[in-house]
């Protein structure tokens, strides 16, 4: 008979599920460890989103502020421009007043002039206003 029969059957189903329970140990062990990189991988995405989160929370507020900014900005842009407006129809006014005082006040000195030749030369002044009169009258016919 063969020495191969029933003890070598049960020595090798020993060794089959001693393979079968090393490999089954190495299966779960690498479930555990795909479970367990799979959870760290969660982990890290959600901190990572967190983070991605917060700092567009931050640029949100950073935008708003520069939004604030760039409106007071131009508020007060728009108010310079208005202040700058005013002032500068302020000067022309006062220069057009004063221009208007000079030529009132240079029509006084002539008209004072001519009042003072008049007098001093009546004679002159009637012959003077009798040829611009004639002459007028030639022209205007």
Not at 88 to 108: C, F, H, K, M, W
Request: net charge negative; charged share 30%; hydrophobic share 35%.
């Amino acid at each position: 008979m063969s020495s191969t029969s029933p003890h070598n059957d049960q020595s090798s189903g020993f060794g089959a599920d001693a393979a079968k329970g090393e490999v089954n140990d190495r299966l779960n062990q690498a479930k555990d460890d795909a479970r367990a990189a799979g959870d760290e991988f969660r982990a890290n995405a959600r901190q990572t989103r967190e983070d991605l989160e917060a700092q567009a929370a931050r640029l949100r507020e950073d935008l708003a502020g520069v939004t604030d900014s760039l409106r007071n900005l131009a508020g007060s842009g728009a108010e310079s421009a208005r202040r700058q407006a005013y002032a500068l129809r302020n000067d022309v006014r006062d220069a057009g007043e004063r221009y208007i005082r000079q030529a009132q006040e240079t029509a006084s000195e002539f008209e004072e002039q001519i009042s003072e030749r008049v007098r001093a030369e009546p004679i002159k002044s009637v012959l003077i206003a009798a040829a611009v009169g004639y002459v007028y009258a030639r022209l205007f016919r």
